[in-house]
């Protein structure tokens, strides 16, 4: 079993940045694609960003040119740089993966955009 540990959120204002983090508990962690999910009140839970075991990234629309996922295998973690943050990104964030056992998540970290 996978436990995934977020960190990095807060509140920041419009236009700025913040770091997310999610550490896996996984010694087999390269052999992991890891994403990025987030859930805004009264929203689903949305798929924002994607990286796989090769490193290639994908991104939601909504987050395209303004946030990067990158991955450090031997650290066993997997983060988040967003930039350019608007209120609409005020949702909490999880770190999401799968194997074959099942699907793990971590508890989620608030990000909070405001003035």
């Known amino acids: 079993q996978v436990q995934l540990v977020e960190s990095g959120g807060g509140l920041v204002q419009p236009g700025g940045s913040l770091r997310l983090s999610c550490a896996a508990s996984t010694i087999a962690f390269n052999a992991y694609a890891m994403n990025w999910y987030r859930q805004a009140p009264g929203k689903q839970r949305e798929l924002i960003a994607r990286?796989?075991?090769?490193?290639?990234?994908n991104y939601a629309d909504s987050v395209k040119g303004r946030y990067a996922i990158s991955r450090d295998n031997a650290k066993n973690t997997v983060y988040l740089q967003m930039n350019s943050l608007k209120p609409e990104d005020t949702a909490v964030y999880y770190c999401?993966?799968?194997?074959?056992?099942?699907?793990?998540w971590g508890q989620g970290t608030q990000v909070t955009v405001s003035s």
């Open positions: 999401n993966t799968w194997d074959r056992r099942g699907y793990y």
């Open positions: 990286i796989t075991t090769d490193g290639s990234a």
